[in-house]
């Protein structure tokens, strides 16, 4: 499955959440990464965090979610919008009309302890996309899917909320 994850400036959360998937034992998913308004470069929060993790970062780029609404673009299974802004917006007629389900994150480019920041949004997005791999969401139809991960966004955010 194709799973596009979107933030409005596709350097930070997004780009997290790609690597993370991509990351994954198998050959289940294939993740990509965008936003509404890319910043064109990807936060250096992202990137020392990622390398801290010992997860590859070569050849990650901001890019525009422009690049997957079009025919020839990759058929992407799965919209996660990460931001509460991309979540919002008017997104783009994707070809093959995918599931779309919002994971909100804060944004940790714009803490004050930017490592501690990344930590958080790293491991909020670590669980959700674990628990997502225990899913068979191949087997499930759009609205299955939503279902599904909106119920792992919800657990996860409990998560979070009780460890606060």
Known sequence: MNIL??????????????VLINSLD???FHAFS???????????GAIAKLDREGLPTKG???????????????RIDVVITVCDSAAGESCPIWPGHP???HWGIPDP???????????????????????MAEVKLEDLDNTAVVDALAVIHAREQDVDLSAG
């Open 34 to 44: 965008a936003g509404s308004k890319p910043v064109g470069r990807v936060n250096p």
């Open 60 to 74: 990650l780029r901001s890019k525009s979610w422009d690049e997957f609404a079009r025919p020839e673009s990759p």
């Open 109 to 131: 480019a714009s803490a004050d302890d930017v490592d501690a920041a990344f930590d958080l949004a790293y491991d909020r997005l670590s669980r959700r996309i674990t628990a």
């Open 99 to 101: 599931a779309v389900v």
């Open 26 to 28: 198998g050959d289940r």
């Open 5 to 18: 994850v979107l933030c409005t400036g596709n350097s930070a959360r997004s780009i997290l959440g790609e």
